[in-house]
């Protein structure tokens, strides 16, 4: 049988999964991407994951390595720059030196890139030639899909929707910007945010849930009260579906793109997130984009790393 | 020698010009749209235009006529969608039905999407393959050009970037959201800012440049005051680059793209307007994108829309 390696690429651990051409995921492993040391260093840990899962398909074809990596990515030669948590790595033709190393085909993808390419070809977005991912989770990522393929811009960073402003005088962002969507609703900066409205709320559930224990304050554990009907809880996922909604907004404007697909952990909170996202959506955008506008959870999940970065050799 | 016809539809008039394939006006009609009776109405203004100018050219061959139309067009047929300001006009099939009674081939585009094609083909865009065209006027309108083609989106109505939100609780804008640029910029809007906080400021030469008159606060007053050292004057087109600048930002961030060209009556302002916005964007975007930070006029000024339209024929 063919298979397919998916390689997520993280700052501390690399995922790599068989998955067949159907996106059924096979067989996992996860090692210590040894990020610290350098991007050879990252190679041999690819290499060794690679010869791992194979020794599990003796027989079989490996079709090819897809490698979804933090960072801008160069296809030509499946460039990685400078990606953030990966230190002493500057500009490093990653797929060419894996390929070189397994000997097969390595193709290589901005992970946000690779979720959406995932979601595509095994996922929410199989039957759409255009949507816009966005995963919410420490960060805000977005990977758009344009007539069929990767919306990359002039080198390779496009989709960067974490980093829409939607108030120019908002509070302050990693990236230097103020007001970036991902300043209100990025995983650290939502528990802040609710640490300072839990002050006011002695009645929530939320209280009892974390213990007095500020750092158990995780979405989890929001939608464990909203889930319970907590009035707090289910007003936070409110306002923070309105900052989304407000940001995918411009986006839809600007792309002429109907469809979002939502990932990422914070996507956990489902229905309470999604239908203010939705209903925000609706309202800000122009008039001849509101019959089409649609809020769809991304099927992935858990496995959206390795199954997106093998997608990019399904394609 | 070979000519195109441009056409600039707008609600009142038509403007039609006589181009050479490098992009040099030659002849120009105006006449009105008749665009209140409705699109055969238009169709035949239209062609009295493309006659009128045609006598002028007796022995040369016509390529074509381009045809920048408000509303979103389908590129099937020429296919324009409810047109604002052109009442009794649904979806119309505009190219195919000018093609047929003047015998020549027809291009429609949107408007400002016109404007960017002729930037990039007889303007400040002639060596670039990717660029934001942004309109600054009544509207605030956006044109996107990537890889060398107009970004369309899902239906052609991508590139609104004047409804992209800069302040989520913002002014209310004619689109029904808050906060758009367009609310902030847009001239009317810009005006209303203007005469407020004209108030508070008793030196300013505007007020003698007025004398008065609310009606008379337009760009180019400002610019004249502006010009003449008035700080007030100044200062208005720096917070009115900030506006602009932000917006600009989210587009760049969400396109990978690092060239913006600017036109439109509001951009004759100059320097202290396109400083404001270039300094504004380098400040908000990703840093990756920092560097590639251009911002350019538009060349095309008071014939861009004869011009854009016949670049549509160019291609």
């Known amino acids: 049988m063919n298979y397919i390696i998916g390689i997520d690429l993280g700052g501390t651990y690399i995922k790599a999964g068989s998955v067949s051409k159907e996106g059924k995921l096979l067989k996992e492993v996860s090692l210590p991407s040894q990020g610290e040391i350098g991007p050879q260093a990252v190679v041999s840990q690819i290499a060794k994951a690679v010869d791992n899962l194979r020794s599990e398909h003796a027989g079989d074809e490996l079709l090819g390595v897809g490698i979804g990596s933090p960072g801008i990515v160069d296809l030509d030669g499946g460039t990685v720059k400078y990606p953030p948590n990966l230190a002493n790595w500057k500009i490093f033709r990653l797929g060419e030196e894996v390929s070189k190393k397994i000997g097969v085909r390595a193709e290589v993808e901005n992970d946000a890139n690779a979720a959406a390419v995932g979601e595509q070809k095994f996922g929410a977005g199989k039957d759409l030639t255009s949507f816009i991912m966005i995963t919410l989770g ?8 344009v007539d069929g393929k990767v919306f990359r811009g002039e080198t390779g960073g496009a989709g960067e929707l974490g980093h829409t402003t939607i108030n120019m005088d908002g509070p302050q962002c990693g990236c230097g910007n103020r007001g970036c969507v991902e300043a209100y609703v990025g995983q650290r900066h939502l528990s802040r ?3 300072e409205q839990l002050k006011g709320h002695p009645e929530s559930l939320i209280n009892k849930l974390i213990a007095g224990d500020p750092e158990k304050l995780e979405p ?3 939608s464990e009260a909203a889930d319970s009907g907590d ?8 306002e923070t579906g309105t900052y989304v909604g407000t940001a995918v907004a411009s986006a839809f404007n600007l792309f002429d793109i109907g469809t979002l697909i939502i990932g990422g952990g914070v996507a956990k909170a489902g229905r309470p997130l999604f239908d203010s996202i939705e209903a925000t959506i609706k309202e800000r955008v122009l008039s001849s984009l509101k019959p089409r ?3 769809m959870k991304a099927q992935l999940e858990n496995s959206a790393g390795v199954l997106g970065a093998a997608a990019l050799i399904a394609e």
């Open 231 to 238: 009035q707090f809880a289910l007003a936070v996922w409110k």
């Open 293 to 295: 506008v649609k809020v």
């Open 220 to 222: 989890k554990v929001i």
């Open 138 to 145: 420490t960060g805000v990522g977005g990977g758009f899909i």
């Open 193 to 195: 945010r609710v640490a």
